[in-house]
């Protein structure tokens, strides 16, 4: 059982990025509730925003939306997070997710799986 992260790096402000998240094992990411989480030094985990199971629902956090989107490939049992319009506050630690609970999750605690988290660093 394993998400493995890929993308992330260094780009200016205003430039994008987008994060890969392969899931293995037991995960298919179309039957799990995948949620993109990101995490400053001192900080908790904060939710960017999710893709549900099933009809693939999408929702995010206010600071991202209209710049971010997530989505999923079913094909591939992959989930994408991009990100456009980056800004340096957006600067952090992403983490993709997933918990098979059923039910719409926005805290850190109710995930089950992790990504073992990519650094995404925006320059002013």
């Known amino acids: 059982v394993q998400l493995v992260q890929s993308g992330g790096g260094l780009v200016q402000a205003g430039g994008s990025l987008r994060l890969s998240c392969v899931a293995s094992?037991?995960?298919?990411?179309?039957?799990?509730?995948m949620g993109w989480f990101r995490q400053v030094p001192w900080k908790s985990r904060e939710l960017v925003g999710y893709?549900?199971?099933?009809?693939?629902?999408?929702s995010y956090t206010d600071s991202v939306k209209g710049r971010f989107t997530i989505s999923r490939d079913s094909a591939n049992n992959t989930v994408y997070l991009q990100m456009n319009a980056l800004k340096p506050e957006d600067t952090a630690v992403y983490y993709c997710?997933?918990?098979?609970?059923?039910?719409?999750?926005?805290?850190?605690?109710?995930?089950?799986?992790w990504g073992q988290g990519t650094q995404v660093t925006v320059s002013s």
């Open positions: 893709i549900a199971a099933g009809d693939g629902k999408t």
């Open positions: 094992g037991r995960i298919v990411s179309s039957r799990f509730f």
């Open positions: 997710a997933a918990h098979q609970r059923g039910r719409v999750s926005t805290t850190a605690a109710e995930f089950d799986y």
